[in-house]
């Protein structure tokens, strides 16, 4: 027989959504959190975990073999129903509306498809009050943005104790900027969990903050002198107790420490460049000089020397991480100048 769906209205004033977020060293902290979750669990429980584009991992059925609820990727339009797991499919955002739930691709956040923070935030919106978060072990600040929202509609924030977590940064930030409900292992949190899901909780706000509506992307924030690392386009800045998010309007959205990240690595990606064009120039250049003579084969010549050593540079940069000499630097520096 199916369960009970949570639009029923006996099922209206509990807390009967779990939504669950996790990244790197997630996949044990997810299955200790399953198997210590009862059987008779008056919730459904959503769970997203950060992961690069691929093939479906498996982890339904992991999450099966190790508690007692069934657990399958959502399905989108799925009707949502107590006593079941939905995991985001891979590429995918999970996100809930009243009564059912959403799998769509849509633009990427923090540089992740599936998003914690997308199904968090969505989740804070569809049910308000009845929401329990859960964030688990992960890299940098992902989730803190969602566990906002689910604050800010009188939701409850549960968080791996970052002593335990694998790795402790997506928790430690939910602590610092977020006023968190509980702080415990993943064996405790699952029950805590089984207990105030049976909870009535408080009435939510009725409008939340605008830094809020922010946030979820619902207002435009101040606009920030920087550009969406994705798309190139304008981005917007929003600051809630100290925790800065930025979002364009494509949708790509970014906390300041995944913004960080993703602009090293666009950096890099432009270095590369720098060093297959200045190899290119240099062969070009040595092409020239065979083909010349006098003072023009020496130009050619000396700009193939110094294209090659301006690639060397770079290159030992990108590999080694090593700093750039004095030396080098003023070098390169009046290099640019002449050419300007």
């Not at 059987?39 to 073999?65: C, D, M, Y």
């Not at 939910?174 to 702080?183: E, N, P, R, S």
């Not at 991480?321 to 080098?328: A, P, V």
Request: glycine share 8%; hydrophobic share 45%.
């Amino acid at each position: 027989m199916e369960a009970a769906g949570l639009d029923e209205p006996a099922a209206r004033h509990r807390r009967d959504i779990v939504v669950v977020g996790a990244s790197e060293g997630g996949i044990d902290a997810l299955s200790g959190f399953v198997a210590a979750l009862p059987a008779e669990l008056p919730a459904a429980v959503f769970v997203a975990v950060h992961s690069r584009p691929g093939p479906e991992n498996g982890l339904p059925e992991l999450l099966t073999r190790r508690g007692p609820l069934r657990a399958r990727y959502a399905i989108h339009g799925d009707r949502i129903v107590k006593g079941r797991i939905y995991v985001a499919p891979p590429d995918t955002h999970l996100q809930l509306r009243p009564g059912y739930v959403q799998v769509v691709r849509g633009p990427k956040e923090n540089g992740f498809r599936p998003s914690v923070d997308a199904l968090f935030r969505t989740a804070s919106i569809a049910y308000g009050p009845r929401v329990i978060g859960v964030l688990l072990t992960g890299n940098l600040d992902c989730g803190t943005a969602g566990l906002l929202s689910i604050k800010a509609r009188a939701g409850l924030a549960l968080v791996q104790d970052p002593r335990e977590a694998a790795v402790p940064a997506m928790p430690r930030s939910a602590i610092q900027h977020v006023t968190v409900d509980h702080v415990a292992g993943v064996a405790s949190l699952a029950r805590l969990v089984a207990t105030r899901a049976a909870e009535s909780p408080d009435r939510a706000l009725e409008k939340v903050p605008l830094e809020i509506a922010e946030l979820e992307g619902d207002e435009l924030g101040v606009s920030a002198e920087i550009v969406c690392p994705i798309c190139q386009g304008k981005l917007t800045e929003t600051i809630v107790g100290g925790f800065s998010s930025f979002r364009c309007h494509v949708g790509h959205s970014f906390s300041l420490e995944s913004m960080a990240a993703e602009q090293a690595e666009e950096v890099e990606r432009a270095l590369w460049a720098s060093v297959r064009a200045l190899e290119e120039s240099s062969r070009l250049a040595r092409r020239l000089a065979a083909s010349t003579l006098g003072e023009m084969q020496r130009r050619f010549a000396e700009k193939e020397e110094t294209q090659m050593q301006q690639a060397d540079v770079i290159r030992r940069l990108l590999l080694a991480g090593e700093m750039l000499t004095e030396r080098d630097a003023a070098r390169l520096e009046d290099e640019a100048d002449a050419k300007q």
